[in-house]
């Protein structure tokens, strides 16, 4: 029964763990903070296999987490409410939080000039459209997967990737590398 | 996205990967963690959120209050129905849940044998009342008012049943009724009697130990304080014979005043005995009433000659309450 288990885990584990691993330190900007929180959010996948949960969205349910646990450490880092967290104009000229460029230093050689680019774009979007473009663009999520992770409604994540491709297009220089 | 730019950051975003030592060491560092089973602790606020949401939502309020009261009264009528005269739930069980019961019996036969067996609970209870030794005057009152209510609805029911015709099951329903109301009355007489000579041996036990006690702490018994023309003798130290005259009784007087005594106590068995008789004459207001009530319904059975006689030999023998209805029925079956 447990090597079932174990079975299962190491499939979901060996497919999604970059993704998660990217997402993590995308948002921390710290490489070793970001494995930290890989470890724990598959740890909790695997306890709830052992307890034998039903899960019905495997990739929603460890995004999830790892959502859970990157705002549990921003938490702790700054004694800031909650309900700020989730605020659309948190990190309005606040630039110490999201610091891509420092903590990706040893994966420079991986990430070309318009991955960095992209990024650093990302990052630049509103914050209630950041995630959704993320997790739609970078890692395959369906609108409805993205509306669980985030608490929303599939349609609300719709809307705010399209949000997100407009402020891409329009304010950060794509769509004048559209229309070249 | 059309993006060719947009998309060729996408895939040099997803070479952004964990080394493979990276992860093997995460894979066995979760498999060889202990799994821990977290209790889970009820929020000490748990009572107050139930009854603020509740009281909130209007269509919860309308159903979780009912509910409760449903299940409390519930509890409250299991919890009478076993209560005694002397309980604070009897008031409960007597005025409302026997009324609505009652009230949900519909055929008039039913009704009879509803009240019938009413009479047999107030019986039962008075016994187990006077077993336990707290059948006092306002419990008995209290019976005692209930049964007379019961016996006179049974009968009233009865009679309106009688207009329609004789009816088979209305007779077994009044056979039942007398013979549980004779038996009853015998029962608790019996009970009361052996309670009050329980008493009394008590009592009389208590004398004879007390008097035992007196006899041992005077040597001479009194028996020279009894004797007629006792004068004290005159003592002198250097007297001797004086001294053994004062100190030794004279075997006569001693067994004179053995007889006397004696002869007392026969006189105080003899009362004794006189009272005890007036006392088995003397019934319990309850159990008078359970038989008068049998009486009074026994009238219907006045003209047959049959039950006439039956009648009178439940009176005398309780013991044949069994065999009286099983003759009954066979007889009717016939």
């Known amino acids: 029964m447990k090597e079932d288990i174990q079975y299962t885990f190491k499939k979901i584990y060996d497919k999604e763990s970059d993704s998660i691993f990217r997402f993590c330190l995308l948002r921390v ?3 070793e903070q970001a494995i930290d929180i890989t470890q724990e959010t598959f740890l909790r996948l695997w306890q709830n296999l052992l307890k034998e949960k039903e899960i019905n969205n495997t990739r929603a349910f460890i995004f999830t987490i790892a959502s859970h646990l990157i705002i549990d450490w921003y938490r702790k880092k700054k004694s800031i409410p909650f309900k700020d967290m989730k605020n659309e104009d948190y990190n309005d000229g606040d630039e110490s939080d999201y610091e891509p460029g420092d903590g990706m230093t040893i994966d420079n050689a991986l990430i070309g000039v318009e991955g960095r680019y992209f990024i650093d774009k990302i990052n630049e979007l509103t914050p209630a459209n950041r995630d959704p473009v993320y997790l739609r663009f970078v890692e395959d999520l369906s609108p409805g997967e993205i509306g669980k992770i985030l608490g929303i409604s599939a349609n609300a994540v719709s809307v705010r990737i399209n949000r997100g491709l407009v402020e891409l297009r329009e304010n950060r220089g794509y769509n004048k590398v559209e229309n070249k | ?31 060889n963690t202990p799994t821990v089973e977290h209790t889970k ?18 269509l ?13 009264s519930g509890g409250v009528v299991f919890a009478s129905e076993k209560s005694l005269p002397d309980s604070a739930l009897y008031p409960i069980k007597v005025g409302v849940v026997e009324p609505v019961r009652e009230a949900l019996t519909f055929s008039k036969t039913a009704k009879a044998s509803y009240e019938s067996n009413l009479a047999t609970k107030r019986m039962i209870e008075a016994e187990t009342l006077a077993i336990k030794g707290k059948l006092d005057t306002s419990n008995e009152e209290k019976i005692n008012i209930l049964l007379e209510k019961h016996s006179e609805k049974f009968t009233k029911t009865i009679n309106e049943i009688d207009k329609k015709g004789p009816s088979k099951q209305v007779d077994e329903i009044v056979v039942n009724f007398q013979t549980e109301m004779n038996f009853h009355a015998k029962t608790l007489n019996d009970v009361i009697v052996a309670k009050k000579e329980v008493k009394k041996n008590k009592e009389e036990n208590e004398d004879k130990e007390s008097k035992e006690e007196i006899k041992k702490a ?6 020279y304080l009894k004797q007629e023309n006792f004068k004290p003798a005159s003592f002198s130290a250097t007297s001797e ?3 053994e ?3 030794e009784p004279s075997i006569e007087i001693e067994k004179k005043l053995e007889i ?3 002869v007392e106590e026969v006189e105080v068995v003899e009362v004794e005995v006189e009272e005890g008789e007036e006392e088995v004459e003397e019934e319990n207001e309850i159990s008078k009433s359970a038989r008068m009530s049998a009486d009074r319904i026994g009238e219907r059975f006045k003209n047959n000659e049959k039950y006439r006689e039956d009648y009178r030999e439940i009176r005398k023998n309780e013991d044949k309450k069994s065999r009286f209805n099983n003759k009954y029925k066979e007889k009717r079956e016939d």
């Open chain 1, 29 to 31: 900007s710290d490489r």
């Open chain 2, 1 to 31: 996205m059309n993006d060719k730019e947009i998309k060729k950051g996408i895939e040099e975003i997803k070479n952004i990967k964990m080394t493979a030592g990276e992860k093997q060491q995460i894979f066995e560092s979760i498999l």
């Open chain 2, 41 to 58: 602790i009820r929020s000490p606020w748990f009572t107050h959120f139930f009854i603020t949401s509740v009281s909130k939502s209007r």
């Open chain 2, 60 to 72: 919860a309020y309308y159903v979780v209050v009912p509910l409760i009261v449903i299940i409390t």
């Open chain 2, 218 to 223: 005077l040597p001479i018994s009194g028996a």
């Open chain 2, 241 to 243: 014979e004086s001294l």
């Open chain 2, 245 to 247: 005259s004062v100190s």
């Open chain 2, 260 to 262: 006397e005594a004696e």
